[in-house]
């Protein structure tokens, strides 16, 4: 794959894995092919297709676990439906939703969205401009392949992370030995539900009143439904403005504070957070004491934790409350093993062009031409990030 000559330098990279073939896992083969110093690079993606977090699942099949507090979590099952021709995993793309970035801000620096997206394109044109963004590493790609695992393994007088694949069609395994791997997997798989007094009683006396924005798709099922939305961030207020058209007026949106945008509000209220489920008349008591009963469904969208089930090996740890990544240096660099990295952690950014400048920065120190600073250095600067 193009030229190995290199400099001279800490790493010797010759083989990499990239977990996922979302916007930051093309991103990142771009730039590492690009780079022309590396003999193999792998993309091992778990859906039939490219995007992500873009690719729509359009139903779910999901229930998640109530209340969901622990990262610590085993891999997510595939769903086959019928007539589909791979297994398809969950995420949280809903059947109406537009970025919430501008196209001229969130395309990649040698790709324009086309002419006809929208400002603020629809998911369907995110979609397909990733699907054409990934034409020039789509053989790189094995699609329906979930990572298992991957570990640090002592090999031919060095140290080499080895992966433990499936196929999700034939369920065949395979393992592979590389020099540097890339996480792309993205941070929308493992969603958060905060514990709240009488959840657990309550969602087992009435399951399904409770789910997450994760397994929102669109807002006709909540049609004359009393709803709550937990929530006042982008999802929350996205999601609760789409229900509140149909659902019970008004939609209820318990929220920590006030939120400072304003969607739709002539059909919905802010209540304060929810402190104690209630078994009697279905019911919820927010903070402050007010009581509501007859509640069809709660919807929270409160985010979700990072999560990698397939690291689990690694020490020292990355993930331990799931709330964030540990560890690392700029958010990328894993200090202790720099030959791994993780992409696209930060939240609130513009995450394609983030996702170019992590990939340049990666093919460059992988290919020695570029240094990282010490180890002291960088422990330094996670402490203060």
Known sequence: MGSILRPTGRFNIKEIAIIGAGPSGLAAAKYLTAQGCFERIDILEQQSEVGGVWHYIPTSGEKVDVPSTTPHVPPEKPIWPEHWKAPLFSNPMYEHLNTNIPKDLMQFSNRPFPSKSLLFPSRQDVQEYLVQYSQEVRHLISFSTQVEDVRLVPRDGKEQWNITSRSTITGETKEGGYDAVVVANGHYSTPFIPQVAGMEAFNATYPGVITHSKIYRSPERYTGQKVIVVGSAASGLDIGSQISVVCKKPLLNSVQSSSTLKFC?????????????????????????????????????????????????????????????????????????????????????????????????????????????????????????
Not at 281 to 299: L, M, P, Y
Not at 340 to 350: G, N, R, S
Not at 371 to 385: G, N, Q
Request: glycine share 4%.
């Open 265 to 385: 509000q002539e059909n919905k209220e802010e209540v304060p957070p929810i402190v104690e489920y209630l078994l009697e008349d279905r019911s919820v008591r927010f903070d402050g004491g007010r009581v509501e009963k007859n509640i069809d469904a709660i919807v929270y969208c409160t985010g979700y934790l990072y999560s990698y089930p397939f690291l689990k090996s690694l020490d020292p740890p990355v993930v331990t409350t799931g709330r964030r990544v540990v560890g690392l240096y700029q958010h990328l660099f894993d200090i202790a093993n720099p030959t791994l990295v993780f992409t696209a952690l930060p939240q609130k950014v513009i995450p394609f062009p983030v996702s170019e400048g992590q990939a340049a920065a990666v093919s460059n120190v992988w290919s020695n031409s570029l240094a990282l600073p010490s180890v002291e250095e960088m422990e330094e600067w996670e402490k203060k990030h």
